[in-house]
């Protein structure tokens, strides 16, 4: 087993212990704090596939901006009466059933599909040719995405005001 | 005197030898040299606090013409040693009532991804840790994942006044990091590198022979964009007049009121790492790095551009008065923000200008 390996399966274990807390957990701010430190994982996972601009956005995007948000949220909705709450609704066995037929699928075609066997190209930066690509070929779509968040933006102020327009 | 990062790479490398003439592969030789290397440069980052509270004890004291320390040690050198001391003896206090796993994660989240900010940062020749591409951004990004310590640290005490102080601090660290990342994308542009070897070694030309060509010296750009990154860092590093979070008179001391012993020292020693981040990244975004005459060598350059503006943020600290938690906020979204859109846009167009 290289280092590789056993880094990911490291990563890959942590996460899916941290994903189950995320979902588990009848304490939301500890459940927020599982969830930010698996998306930190997720980034060790993509610097683990060479993609570290990716990681470095994933960080400052995820686990510095979004969850800080998503922490101010849980700080308001927090409440005592939230610990006795049944987790579960009266779904639960069908989507059991179907979480459990999604699971054997992917099972399936992970033992009969042949997998490519490659190795992880070496880690090269990648910051410049994404820029590259942004700004050059990717422009329109890259902007067309920017104009969607400003229409949320725009959105949010909307709904945010207290008095009609 | 001599490059320490040249003398230590060598070092570095000749260990490396020896251990592959000893019998092992050349990968767990580098595994095991980094790893030394990692453990040196957090060793020398443990101890930049010792010297930056003694040092804000002394000026503070002389700017009020006070004396500071001066019973414990020749001047009071050894004052912070016995504080920390003192620190390490205190009982660990938990409140009632908080829950006593975000109260420790809390002071976890804060104070570890100080030391990982510090791979990339060249300190002078042959010194970044990691030649990292993305070096300014990982550094923006790792440091903002303190600022989810400290919202659990006023959540986890079960206290009004540091569930007060940790929302502030999370909105204040959340608002300036966008000016203050803004604030970089002119030098961004200009060097055309996010990596901070590229950016320090590309200021170590002259222009007309003598005029050092650091980013600051660049006319209208430079400045406004030091002017910012440096408001930007203030904020960040929650000092005065920033010190919304804290705030003594109004939160007690914020989302650190509840924290006694140890927890509350990592507290401190986060902040005041962050403050030597913020001035060790000035000096190589705008100063030059280790760029300077050569009777000096380039670490000492460095450390002393850096020292000059650990300085500034002492100096603001006695000259300005906190500003009210609204208005911090004004300021940042209403007067920082347009300031540094507007000046990405004389970046680049002086960058259009030039190469047209």
């Not at chain 2, 010194?127 to 903002?144: M, R, Y």
């Not at chain 2, 030098?187 to 050092?212: D, E």
Request: glycine share 8%; charged share 10%; net charge neutral.
């Amino acid at each position: 087993m290289t280092l590789e390996t056993g880094i990911f399966y490291g990563l890959g274990g942590l996460l899916l212990i941290l994903s189950l807390l995320v979902v588990t957990t009848r304490n939301l701010f500890r459940g927020a704090l599982a969830l930010s430190t698996a998306l930190g994982v997720m980034a060790g996972l993509f610097v683990l596939l060479g993609g570290d601009f990716l990681a470095a956005g994933q960080l400052l995007i995820y686990v510095g901006g979004v969850m800080v948000l998503i922490l101010f949220v849980v700080m308001f909705v927090q409440t005592p009466a939230l610990f006795r709450a049944p987790q579960t609704n009266r779904r639960w066995i069908p989507a059991l059933v179907l979480g459990a037929g999604v699971a054997a699928v992917f099972i399936h075609i992970f033992y009969t599909v042949p997998m490519p066997e490659e190795t992880l190209a070496p880690a090269a930066p990648t910051s410049a040719a994404l820029g590259k690509l942004l700004l050059g070929d990717m422009a329109v779509p890259f902007e067309v995405v920017s104009l969607i968040l400003l229409a949320a933006l725009v959105g949010a102020l909307v709904f945010g005001l207290e008095r009609e327009l | 005197m001599a490059e320490v990062g040249i003398i230590l790479r060598q070092g570095v490398d000749f260990a490396r030898q020896w251990l592959v003439g000893m019998g092992a592969t050349p990968f767990q030789a580098l595994v095991a040299s980094k790893v030394f290397e990692t453990t040196v440069t957090i060793s020398v980052i443990l101890a930049i606090p010792l010297f930056l509270v003694y040092a804000e004890r002394k000026i503070s004291a002389f700017m009020q013409a006070r004396l500071g320390p001066m019973h414990t040690g020749p001047w009071g050198l050894l004052q912070t040693p016995a504080d920390t001391l003192k620190l390490f003896f205190k009982e660990d206090i938990v409140p009632q009532g908080a829950d006593p796993l975000i109260h420790l994660m809390a002071v976890v989240l804060a104070a570890a991804p100080v030391f990982v900010c510090f791979a990339p940062v060249p300190f002078g020749r042959g010194f970044p840790l990691i030649n990292l591409d993305t070096g300014i951004l990982f550094v923006f990004a790792v440091s903002g994942i303190s600022t989810l310590g400290i919202l659990a640290a006023g959540w986890g005490s079960a206290n009004k006044f540091s569930m007060l102080g940790g929302i502030r601090g999370a909105a204040q660290m959340v608002s300036y990091e966008i000016p203050r990342a803004l604030s970089v994308v002119p030098v961004v542009l200009f060097y055309s590198s996010l990596n901070l070897q590229t950016i320090a070694c590309a200021q170590m030309v002259r222009w007309h022979g003598w005029m050092p060509k650091w980013f600051i010296f660049y006319p209208g750009i430079g400045q406004i964009a030091f002017i910012l990154f440096l408001i930007a860092s203030v904020a960040e590093t929650n000092r005065i007049p920033f010190d919304i979070p804290e705030a003594e008179s109004e939160l007690v001391s914020g989302y650190h009121t509840e924290y006694s012993g140890m927890k509350f020292a990592f507290f401190f020693l986060a902040e005041y790492v962050y403050v030597f981040l913020s001035s060790a990244l000035a000096a190589t975004l705008f100063l030059g790095g280790g760029d300077g005459a050569a009777f000096l060598p380039s670490w000492v350059w460095f450390t002393l551009k850096t020292g000059a503006v650990i300085f500034l943020f002492l100096w603001f600290r006695w000259t300005f008065p906190r500003l009210r938690v609204d208005r911090l906020m004004q300021f940042c979204w209403q007067f920082l923000l347009p300031l540094a859109l507007v000046n990405i846009v004389l970046a680049a167009a002086w960058i259009t200008w030039k190469t047209a």
